[in-house]
T-cell receptor, first 113, second 112 residues
C-alpha cells in the first residue's frame, strides 16, 4: 500500500484558495487518490477522488500530475467552516474490503477570519 | 440519506470489562471497517469484514475481536478493556463498487 506524506498543518484566511499537497511516490497502477475531511468529534467525510489529471466537484478540485507521485487538493474561497483535518489516501478502491485504505495523520487546516 | 450508525457517542467502562461497540449501516454494503483514532496517530485499522461471518485483521487487532452475523451489523468487542484502549472508535462501510467510505459519527470510549 502506497504511503502518503502531507503537511501536518496549514493556515489560511477566509476567502482565500487553499492548496494541500500530498506525496505518494510508491503509488501503484491501480491506485486511486481519495481525500477526506474530518471535523472534530465526527467521522471523516468523502470529498473527492481521482486517478489522473483533474477532477472537480461542487466542493473541491483535485490535481494529479502525469507521474501521479503527488496530488493537490484545492479548496476555493475557504470559510471558517472549512477548518478541519484533511486526509489524503491512496489505494485500489475496486473489489472487496481487502483493498482497504490507510489513513495517515492528515493536514489540519485552520481558517481565520 | 444513507447512514452508518454507531450505538453510543460516549462510553465509560472499567478496566477488565467486556465492551461491545455496535455499528449498523443501511446501505447494503458488503464491506465494513473498525478504526480507532488517537491524537498524533491518525486513523488505524483494527478489523474489517467483506461479507457476513467473514473478518480480517487490520493493523492493530490485538485486544479486539469482531462479529458480523448480519450484513448490516458489525460489532467490535473488547474482551477485557484496558486503559490503553481509551480512544475514538470509528465504524465505516463501503460498497465493493463504490468510490468512498461512509463513516459513523464515532464512539468516544474511556476506560478507567
Amino acid at each position: 500500500l502506497a504511503k502518503t506524506t502531507q503537511p501536518i498543518s496549514m493556515d489560511s484566511y477566509e476567502g482565500q484558495e487553499v492548496n494541500i499537497t500530498c506525496s505518494h511516490n510508491n503509488i501503484a497502477t491501480n491506485d486511486y487518490i481519495t481525500w477526506y475531511q474530518q471535523f472534530p468529534s465526527q467521522g471523516p467525510r468523502f470529498i473527492i477522488q481521482g486517478y489522473k489529471t483533474k477532477v472537480t466537484n461542487e466542493v473541491a478540485s483535485l490535481f494529479i500530475p502525469a507521474d501521479r507521485k503527488s496530488s493537490t487538493l484545492s479548496l476555493p474561497r475557504v470559510s471558517l467552516s472549512d477548518t478541519a483535518v484533511y486526509y489524503c489516501l491512496v489505494g485500489d478502491i475496486r473489489g472487496g474490503a481487502t483493498n482497504k485504505l490507510i489513513f495517515g495523520t492528515g493536514t489540519l487546516l485552520a481558517v481565520q477570519p | 440519506d444513507v447512514k452508518v450508525t454507531q450505538s453510543s457517542r460516549y462510553l465509560v467502562k472499567r478496566t477488565g470489562e467486556k465492551v461491545f461497540l455496535e455499528c449498523v449501516q443501511d446501505m447494503d454494503h458488503e464491506n465494513m471497517f473498525w478504526y480507532r483514532q488517537d491524537p498524533g496517530l491518525g486513523l488505524r485499522l483494527i478489523y474489517f469484514s467483506y461479507d457476513v461471518k467473514m473478518k480480517e485483521k487490520g493493523d492493530i487487532p490485538e485486544g479486539y475481536s469482531v462479529s458480523r452475523e448480519k450484513k448490516e451489523r458489525f460489532s467490535l468487542i473488547l474482551e477485557s478493556a484496558s486503559t490503553n484502549q481509551t480512544s475514538m472508535y470509528l465504524c465505516a462501510s463501503r460498497n465493493s463498487q463504490s468510490y468512498g467510505y461512509t463513516f459513523g459519527s464515532g464512539t468516544r470510549l474511556t476506560v478507567v
